[in-house]
């Protein structure tokens, strides 16, 4: 014992004190890229925890005035501290940000542009601060990739672990990086909403009566006209001589990616963005409350078997045979007004809904897979030396399951989002003034025959490509943890996809 | 303290030879089933035991309740009856904590090494989880040389349990010696001896982490089952079966059990593997005083390891004695079937191989008496009908094992219905299982009728053979089931199997060829089946033709000087032994 060991199993920190080099190379690139973007993390940071504590806050009170950080009840000053870091992280420096490149300006009567980023174009301006951002996100991602490589590399004691089999299926799986691009750009929409959108959602829907847009009017003054205005004049309503298509400039200067909305007007991307984002939410909280429940129920019954696996059947059964569409109406009936209904108007509740609703599918998913598991012979030989039964379904079976989770997890998400967006279609969604993509696509439905017709058609298509992007990243991760199903079991995928769509 | 402590370790050591003793055990799997769940009876009620540093190999059919029977001694399975004695203390009872303190001395290594190492976790991780769970090593402490009362603090303890303690500290002066299977330099232990009036206090500091040792333990078992250190941080997947097997070992023996099941451990091994692996086995045993049950199907794999064997059968054993002796003269008719199996090198012998007839018996539905009477060559007949041939006995324990399955099998709704409705089931058709039962035989001169029809359908005078057929063995008969059953004839012979073809006459127009006593019963038996009361043939047929085998369950009868024992009737005075009979058979 005296003498170090070659095969010593060494703790990670005095692995990379022996050899510094890569590890601080890695951690000072991600300083700098963390500090690059500093305002914005800690202002989404805030954001997130203030609506987290309001929840809580919620749950004890029941009334909508504990959230507000103006409100004099108790736990209301966290409330306040946490908005006070919001604002805080907006004071802080951001590379890219709207007020670093800014796309929002006035034409010139020399033709040139005052205002934007290098007096560019609005439309130059915008898409290089989109480019910007994307370009940040992939590179951020590459580099945790990169951090990864040097782990494996450097400071790892293993030479091959079966993690590294799955990253080498996927590396070459086209059709599950085709997935992840794609999410990844519609999670870099919604993380990055304010950043990426021509204008804020703020000065474009929920206020758009304090901000005012200056512009060049036909005689070469400048003028200046409230927003709202701007956006009623600008709104696309099927007929080519009020309608603002993608791509194009409206009559006051402002440049609309993917066109303008119809009553009462306003910016279609910036919609969508902000809407990626309440998409997001919904969908992630939902899969996460499910993705639990079903993992904690497939380990107890794949553990203990018999009774209390013929209980989860039974309350799974219950709860499929409930349509899901009547339930989410009745739900948002009940709970009209009440403080769980405040949160992106419904959002909460819908992913409170769908959490509590879905997981039986999930579940389903992962008993089989944890039965497997649960009769490998490792589980009887742990309970041989005595391992308790939490550590043994902790460390013996769900690492089994975590993947098939993971599958079903990305199929649900995208079975949610099309839930949602049904239910706004239908109009008992999410209501206004939270921007949802179901609901662009009922406003515009009446235009799809005239020249507004990308007001629904934009939202539909992007709808179908993120679902499948989802499918398909699922596909990838299955055939990356589990290459024996290969494709062929595309069967399960569907179900559990057409029950994710409810 | 350290007297009783004497006590109790001398009382372990040389007052029980037995490690293990298994009284009236019995396993049983509850019926799934919501209605009528009958349970499995894996293991139906056996004793042994094992001693102190033997190997007792459990052999028998896949099925018989031998893996059931190792699971439960190390209880991964609940005993439903019976006691298991470890070292004197019943474990079927223990809970708790003590399920866990004993555990560390029972082991058990699995069958198949695909499947008992998790293939996500390092050789490492593996082998040290049992470690860590046990929160390995205790670091307790005996101290020697006094009579005062003891207290350890610092790192260690006093020793509590029967097992060798860690460190053991010399009083006075605190010579501190440790224990071999601990990977503790004895400079790194420092020893501080208080001594008063009645109490002797010492306080034991150790300058290693507990990880550490672990760490060290693990490398070390490495290197003890033939693997070397630098695979700790290997996953299973990079190894082969052998070396998964030796990995399992290891994780075992990394608790320092006194008792290991070894459950086929090479069943699943190539050959050349497995003699390595059983000799690592004989290797351990010798160096740390192990216990094992062998459970194997290969026989000769267990002659080559064990002491003793036990044989298996539908959850009981049916003899079990020293292994030499039972493989050179086995007595219990289960043994000399399943030994006669061993494929013989030597071509001149003519000794003659046992075949048993069906398969065994379900576990849900064992026989009333012996288990093997529904197989057994040599089972006892009622002495009035001692005089029958074999064919026709083998015909009537045939007759009765079918009406026993067709009892067992489950019949569905619909065939309860049918059979109320009084239509055809397909339980139904007992005239046809008697048929192909019972030897049939024709008349003289309906045998050479056959004969010339052969001779004609052979020769493609098909028309002849059909007259001959319809002349001499059913004139008036010109239905559809006659002519289908001439047909079937010719196209029997054209296809060359003549044999096939007679029995079919043999079997639809013979008179069965059993003596008259025998075919009454039968007769009998057959017309309570179709009166749809089977339970009523059952039991004429086993008024008549059972014996001591199918009513009463044996003894185990002791049937040498060693103790062997056999599961058999034929050891009472008033019979046979099983090779007289077997003798008389051949």
């Known amino acids: ?502 | 303290m350290s007297e009783t402590e004497e006590l109790r370790r001398t009382e372990r050591t040389d007052g029980r030879r037995d490690l293990v003793n298994v009284n009236g055990l019995k396993t049983y799997y509850e019926g799934g089933g919501l209605i009528n769940s009958q349970p499995v009876k894996a293991v139906d009620g056996v004793d042994f035991h094992i001693e102190r540093g033997e190997t007792l190999g459990l052999v028998g059919e896949s099925g018989c309740g031998k893996t059931t029977l190792g699971r439960t001694l190390v209880r991964l399975e609940r005993a439903t009856d019976g006691e298991v004695l470890f070292d004197g203390d019943d474990i079927t009872t223990f809970s708790g904590k003590r399920v866990k303190r004993w555990r560390r001395d029972a082991q058990i290594v699995f069958q198949d090494p695909e499947s008992s190492l998790n293939d996500r976790m390092t050789i490492g991780e593996i082998i040290q989880e049992p470690l860590n769970v046990h929160d390995w090593p205790d670091l307790d402490v005996d101290v020697v040389g006094t009579q005062k009362q003891v207290e350890v603090t610092g790192d260690g303890s006093v020793n509590q349990d029967e097992r060798e303690a860690d460190i053991t500290v010399e009083v006075p002066g605190g010579a501190v010696t440790v224990r071999d299977g601990v990977p503790l330099p004895e400079d790194r232990v420092s020893v501080d001896v208080t001594e008063s009036d009645s109490t002797v206090t010492v306080r034991v500091d150790v300058d290693v982490a507990r990880k550490r040792l672990r760490r060290a333990r693990v490398r070390e078992l490495l290197t003890t089952v033939g693997l070397r250190e630098e695979h700790y941080f290997r996953y299973p997947h990079q190894f082969s079966g052998g070396q998964r097997q030796r990995i399992g070992i290891a994780r075992a023996l990394a608790l320092e059990p006194e008792f290991v099941v070894l459950d086929e451990p090479v069943s699943a091994l190539d050959v050349s593997v497995q003699a390595k692996i059983l000799n690592l086995l004989e290797d351990l045993q010798e160096e740390f005083g192990l216990t094992y049950l062998f459970i194997a199907h290969d026989l000769s794999v267990v002659r080559h390891i064990c002491d003793r064997v036990a044989v298996m059968y539908l959850g009981h054993i049916m003899e079990i004695g020293d292994s030499e002796e039972l493989f050179e003269n086995p007595k219990n008719p289960y043994t000399q079937s399943l030994l006669s199996a061993i494929p013989e090198t030597d071509p001149t012998d003519d000794k003659q191989r046992i075949t048993l007839r069906g398969t065994p018996p379900s576990p849900r539905d064992p026989p009333q008496g012996c288990p093997f009477s529904t197989r057994c060559p040599v089972k006892i007949h009622p002495s009035e009908y001692e005089h029958l041939d074999e064919k026709t006995w083998e015909g009537i324990e045939l007759f009765r094992e079918i009406l026993r399955e067709r009892q067992r099998a489950d019949r569905s709704f619909t065939e309860r219905a049918r059979a109320i409705l009084g239509m055809e089931t397909r339980f139904s058709g007992i005239d046809e299982i008697v048929r192909e039962v019972f030897p049939h035989r024709l008349t003289q001169e309906r045998e050479q009728a056959l004969d010339r029809a052969v001779e004609a359908a052979a020769s493609n005078r098909e028309d002849e053979a059909r007259e001959i057929l319809g002349t001499n063995f059913d004139p008036s008969e010109t239905d559809a089931d006659f002519d289908d059953l001439v047909d079937s004839f010719i196209s029997d012979v054209h296809a060359g199997s003549h044999g096939q073809a007679r029995s079919r006459i043999r079997e639809r127009f013979g008179e069965m060829d059993v003596p008259g006593e025998v075919r009454g019963d039968v007769d009998r038996a057959v017309e309570h089946v179709r009166d749809g009361d089977e339970q009523a043939a059952r039991e004429l047929l086993r008024e008549e033709f059972g014996s001591v085998c199918d009513t009463e369950p044996p003894d185990h009868h002791s049937v040498s000087q060693s103790g062997r024992t056999s599961y058999c009737h034929r050891h009472l005075a008033e019979h046979e032994e099983p090779e007289v009979a077997f003798e008389r058979q051949s």
């Open chain 1, 1 to 502: 014992m005296s003498t170090q060991h070659q095969y010593e199993d060494v703790p990670l920190r005095e692995r990379i004190a022996a050899n510094p080099q890569p590890a601080a190379l890695w951690a000072v690139g991600l300083v700098v890229l963390l500090l690059l973007q500093l305002g914005a993390i800690v202002s989404t940071l805030g954001t997130a925890l203030e609506l987290f504590a309001s929840v809580i806050i919620g749950a004890f009170h029941g009334t909508p005035s504990g959230i507000s950080p103006a409100s004099n009840v108790a736990g209301a000053g966290v409330v306040a501290a946490l908005n006070g870091l919001e604002q805080f992280g907006r004071s802080l420096p951001t590379l890219l940000s709207r007020e670093f490149i800014p796309n929002q300006g006035h034409a010139t009567t020399e033709g040139g542009w005052d205002g934007t980023f290098l007096g560019l174009p609005p439309a130059f301006a915008w898409a290089f601060r989109v480019f910007l951002i994307y370009a940040y996100m992939f590179f951020f991602l590459w580099w945790l990739w990169f951090g990864y490589r040097t782990f494996v590399s450097h400071y790892r004691q293993a030479d091959w672990t079966p993690r590294d089999d799955v990253v080498r299926r996927l590396r070459t799986h086209r059709w599950g990086q085709f997935g992840l691009v794609i999410v990844v750009l519609f999670v870099g929409l919604g993380l990055f909403a304010p950043t990426v959108s021509p204008v804020t959602y703020d000065e474009d829907v929920i206020n758009p009566l304090e901000y005012e847009v200056e512009y060049l009017d036909d005689s070469g003054e400048v003028q200046t006209i409230l927003s709202a205005d701007a956006n009623l004049q600008s709104a696309s309503r099927g007929n080519p001589s009020s309608n603002v298509g993608p791509l194009s400039y409206d009559d006051f200067g402002r440049f609309h990616p993917f066109g303008t909305m119809n009553n009462p007007g306003g910016d279609l991307f910036t919609f969508m963005a902000y809407g990626a984002r309440v998409s997001l939410f919904i969908g992630l909280i939902a899969m996460g409350i499910s993705g639990f429940i079903a993992a904690f129920f497939g380990l107890l019954t794949a553990y203990y078997k018999g009774l209390s696996d013929l209980a989860v059947v039974v309350v799974s059964d219950s709860i499929q045979a409930i349509p899901v569409f009547l339930l989410v109406i009745l739900v948002s009936v009940v709970f009209q007004g009440h403080w769980l209904a405040e949160f992106y108007d419904g959002g909460l509740l819908f992913a409170l809904v769908f959490g509590l609703l879905y997981w039986p599918g999930l579940w389903r998913a992962v008993r089989g897979p944890a039965f497997q598991v649960s009769e490998q012979e490792w589980v009887d030989a742990a309970r041989s030396y005595g391992q308790g039964s939490i550590t043994t379904m902790r460390k013996h079976m769900l690492p089994y399951i975590l993947g098939y989770l993971l599958i079903y997890g990305s199929l649900m998400i995208g079975g949610i989002i099309i839930s949602v967006s049904a239910l706004s279609f239908l109009g008992i969604g999410i209501s206004p003034p939270t921007p949802e993509w179901g609901r662009a696509v009922a406003d515009g439905r009446g235009y799809v025959t005239t020249a507004s017709w990308h007001i629904a058609f934009i939202p539909g298509i992007l709808i179908v490509l993120v679902v499948t992007a989802l499918n398909a990243l699922g596909d990838g991760i299955r055939d990356g943890i589990d290459p024996q199903s290969e494709s062929g079991e595309s069967g399960a995928s569907e179900a559990a996809a057409a029950g994710g769509g409810g």
